[in-house]
């Protein structure tokens, strides 16, 4: 589950780690008296206004700005609250921002010359290992920085049983080239952010950019969390922290009816029973020349209800030309899938699409005789291959 920044940013603070003094607003009225407060606080005379979606790249879309004054803050948040910011991470639609958070702004005059770094925490899957990336490149783009000097890029591998250990927080801060009273606070903050990230069952913690002051303090400037959905039961109040303006209609309908579905680009819906028959679905569609639009497993305990629901979701998708339903009955029987397709029908009533059934397992010839005898213009195969053969003839 991803959340915003100023979510993140509330969950790294409960663990010791350094943020700047900030706000959600929904208003610019409450722009104005956040960074009042924020000044009263701080002293700040220079605030950041900050769009609030699930998509990175604010900054060069026009989603972050810096305010020199508080009329500039309101101003600032006029521009941006509404707006329909388009990043590279959006795509061409954009999304529509509903708050921005104020914070005070960090970039001041000071003994020595501000700096900004990247560090992430994250599963190493081929260790079993969590991971500090971190690098002196920060505010960049961390992919452009891999590829072009990956040597910038440094790994600390930890073992999940023993935690993070103090002398790899000091040897992070050595290779960041930091020293004094900066060295001492990147230390506690490797430390307070790898625990933040253990504690809140996360798999992704990405600070962009970790920041070091003009006057060496270490804060988080940026935060872009994923919390583990699997460990939500353990997280009410990160449950709640779930923001559906920001997910795809069609997959937060899917989860109401525990349909496991995710949205692509392509012309073929897909209905499946299993991640693994999914993804083997999803490529013998490809390699007959069509494109998947979406992955759908309905799962082993699906009725005529859910199959009812994952057909209608994947109507609403104008670009689905053809919709192969693939299911392999063992724990799901076959007839209620079949009786989930023919009520499908009977309630969205005519469907200029071709549908290709593949019925395979328990009761799959009683699902043969339920879509025969429904009068349903849907064309049956036995194997993988006849179902993928059929989609590209009909798609024709």
């Known amino acids: ?74 101003k600032f948040s006029e521009e941006i609250l509404g707006m329909t910011l388009v990043t590279h991470q959006t795509g061409p639609e954009g999304k529509l921002v509903r708050k921005v958070l104020v914070e005070q702004g960090i970039f001041y005059p000071g003994e020595s010359e501000p700096q900004e770094f990247y560090m992430s925490v994250l599963l190493n899957r081929e260790t079993g290992k969590n991971i500090i990336m971190y690098s002196t ?38 290779n960041l080239g930091l020293s004094g ?48 959905d699997n460990a939500l ?10 923001d559906l303006n920001e997910e795809d209609p069609t997959e937060v309908e899917a989860g109401k009816f525990n349909l496991n579905f995710i949205k692509l680009d392509g012309n073929v819906g897909c209905m499946v029973n299993g991640a693994g028959l999914a993804m083997a679905t999803m490529d013998i569609i490809k390699l007959s020349g069509g494109e998947p639009a979406n992955f759908l497993d309905v799962g082993g305990t699906a009725n005529a209800q859910t199959v009812e629901a994952g057909f209608r979701i994947i109507l609403k998708d104008p670009g689905v030309q053809a919709i192969l339903i693939n299911i392999f009955g063992g724990i799901v029987r076959c007839d209620r899938v079949a009786q989930g397709v023919v009520d499908a029908y009977k309630s ?24 025969d005898n429904s009068g ?14 059929k989609v590209k003839e009909l798609m024709v």
């Open 181 to 228: 009273q900066a060295f001492k606070e990147m230390s506690k903050f490797a430390m307070a952010l790898y625990k933040a990230y253990e504690k809140s069952d996360a798999s992704l913690f990405e600070i962009n950019p970790v920041f070091k002051t003009s006057d060496n303090h270490i804060m988080a400037a940026d935060a872009k969390v994923n919390i583990d």
């Open 1 to 74: 589950m991803n959340i915003h920044e100023y979510q993140g940013k509330q969950i790294l603070k409960h663990f010791g780690v350094s943020v700047p003094a900030g706000g959600v607003v929904h208003t610019p009225q409450e722009a104005d008296d956040t960074a009042r407060n924020i000044q009263a606080e701080t002293g700040a005379d220079t605030w950041a206004v900050k769009a609030q979606i699930h998509a990175g790249g604010r900054g060069k879309g026009g989603g972050v700005k810096i305010a020199r004054s508080l009329d500039e803050v309101k």
């Open 137 to 174: 490149e920060g505010g960049m783009d961390i992919e452009a920085v891999a590829e072009k000097t990956p040597h910038l890029i440094h790994k600390e591998e930890i073992d999940p049983g023993a935690g993070i250990q103090p002398f790899q927080a000091r040897r992070i801060a050595f």
């Open 233 to 242: 039961y353990r997280h009410s109040d990160y449950a709640a922290m779930r």
């Open 348 to 371: 969205i009533g005519k469907i200029e699409i071709p549908v290709i059934v593949r019925l395979q397992g328990t009761n799959a010839e009683e699902a043969k005789v339920l879509i």
């Open 376 to 389: 349903l213009e849907v064309h049956s195969a036995i194997t993988l291959e006849e179902a993928a053969g």
